[in-house]
T-cell receptor, first 113, second 112 residues
Framework: NAGVTQTPKFRILKIGQSMTLQCAQD?????MYWYRQDPGMGLKLIYY???????DKGEVPNGYNVSRSTTEDFPLRLELAAPSQTSVYFC????????????FGEGSWLTVV | AQSVTQLDSQVPVFEEAPVELRCNYS??????LFWYVQYPNQGLQLLLK??????LVKGINGFEAEFNKSQTSFHLRKPSVHISDTAEYFC??????????FGTGTRLKVLA
């Protein structure tokens, strides 16, 4: 059982480049999330989705876009990368409200130079 | 609005000693509480959770936490730590919607 799978694990981008972080889950979860983790700052929610075709902004959405065409996949797109987007990105999923547990992917380390 | 405060950014402790990692929260509604552990270069794994019922919750790897509603706390404890417990620990709260609020983390360093 793979759980939440993210790719790539590591990436270096130049300022102004674009890229997509891939995320897939095989638990048939309705809810999916993208967080970024910066040292000493905890996790900040970028975008979330409550089901296929439905996405919404979190706390820090600027510079990012998402889509959710299937239950399984929730890619995160970075447009015009900036040094402020250097971070660790985590995709996560949960069944839905009430049960509670979020399951995280292994993370994607992104550096913008 | 909800918030989570982890008072200690780093906690050094000797192997086989007890440890307590503190977590306080604020919320105007009922909450679910979680502790997650993050080992270096890995994602977050669930240690334990409080949804309802008994206020003492037991988790994996010998950890436990106690929900104290009057003090709005959910401290994590282990009676005897091992080197392998060295990791970062996050407290999180949700009212049952999509929104999870995470603390800033406590780095536990177990010393030989």
């Amino acid at each position: 059982n793979a759980g939440v799978t993210q790719t790539p694990k590591f990436r270096i981008l130049k300022i102004g480049q674009s890229m997509t972080l891939q995320c897939a889950q095989d638990m048939n979860h309705n809810y999916m999330y993208w967080y970024r983790q910066d040292p000493g700052m905890g996790l900040k929610l970028i975008y979330y989705s409550v089901g296929a075709g439905i996405t919404d902004k979190g706390e820090v959405p600027n510079g990012y876009n998402v889509s959710r065409s299937t239950t399984e996949d929730f890619p995160l797109r970075l447009e015009l990368a900036a040094p402020s987007q250097t971070s660790v990105y985590f995709c996560a999923s949960s069944y839905g409200p009430g049960e509670g547990t979020i399951y995280f992917g292994e993370g994607s380390w992104l550096t913008v130079v | 609005a909800q918030s989570v405060t982890q008072l200690d950014s780093q906690v050094p402790v000797f192997e086989e000693a007890p440890v307590e990692l503190r977590c306080n929260y604020s919320s105007s509604v009922s909450v679910y509480l979680f502790w997650y552990v993050q080992y270096p270069n890995q994602g977050l794994q669930l240690l334990l959770k409080y949804l309802s019922g008994s206020t003492l919750v037991k988790g994996i790897n010998g950890f436990e936490a106690e929900f104290n509603k009057s003090q709005t706390s959910f401290h994590l404890r282990k009676p005897s730590v091992h080197i392998s417990d060295t990791a970062e620990y996050f407290c999180a709260v949700t009212s049952g919607t999509y929104k999870y609020i995470f603390g800033t983390g406590t780095r536990l360093k177990v010393l030989a």
